[in-house]
């Protein structure tokens, strides 16, 4: 199985800052990584797929890019409601797989 | 409105099964691949099984395959997970998930299974 491992696990900042979050996949996958967003006690969201493509309806501080096994996802300028835990995710083998997470707080 | 609404959870107790159900409305459900992704009290996100569209492929985790099996209702637009010889650490939110390419885009609210004595 294709391991991805997230850094850091988890990182605190506030309103209006730019936040950056890693992942890294323990082999080539391409550009097959999705990125998620779960507060708590809600379902994931899907915010971003094949690395950079922005899904419908997300808001354009987010964004996604790399290839291979390098992988960043980035908020531009952190709103309150972007506190949250992140996820990313690849699908370029069976099974596909999760990183551990990242979870944003407020400084 | 695209929209998925898992039931069937629950609490029961090692060694004993479940099914669980995830009615689909908003789409055309044929059309595609349906997946159950578990996550454990104060941990990550875990797939767990996927379907095609017509039910004729199907894949697992390797945590829970010969023990759980995943099926759909195209007619009923509902997709199924039946879990077997429950372990304690199968305790966990269950969520459905819908992927038309390789990403996950609906996923519903979420069923809780607790596998406790």
């Known amino acids: 199985d294709i391991q991805m491992t997230q850094s850091p696990s988890s990182l605190s900042a506030s309103v209006g800052d730019r936040v950056t979050i890693s992942c890294r996949a323990s082999q080539d996958i391409s550009n097959s990584l999705n990125w998620y967003q779960q507060t708590p006690g809600k379902a994931p969201k899907l915010l971003i797929f094949a690395a950079s493509s922005l899904q419908s309806g997300v808001p354009s501080r987010f964004s996604g890019s790399g290839s291979g096994t390098d992988f960043t996802l980035t908020i531009s300028s952190l709103q309150r409601e972007d506190f949250a835990t992140y996820y990313c995710?690849?699908?370029?083998?069976?099974?596909?797989?999760f990183g551990q997470g990242t979870e944003v707080e407020i400084k | 409105e695209v929209q998925l609404v898992e039931s069937g959870g629950g609490l029961v107790q090692p060694g004993g099964s479940l099914r669980l159900s995830c009615a689909a409305s908003?789409?055309?459900?044929?059309?595609?691949?349906m997946h159950w992704v578990r996550q454990a009290p104060g941990k990550g996100l875990v797939w767990v099984s996927r379907?095609?569209?017509?039910?004729?492929?199907?894949s697992y985790a390797d945590s829970v395959k010969g023990r759980f099996t995943i099926s759909r209702d195209n007619a009923k637009n509902t997709l199924f997970l039946h879990l077997t010889s429950l372990r304690a650490e199968d305790t966990a939110v269950y969520y459905c998930?819908?992927?038309?390419?390789?990403?996950?885009?609906?996923w519903g609210q979420g069923t809780t299974v607790t596998v406790s004595s």
């Open positions: 908003g789409f055309t459900f044929s059309n595609y691949w």
């Open positions: 995710q690849q699908s370029y083998s069976s099974p596909p797989t």
């Open positions: 379907i095609n569209g017509d039910g004729s492929s199907t």
């Open positions: 998930a819908r992927s038309l390419y390789d990403f996950l885009d609906v």
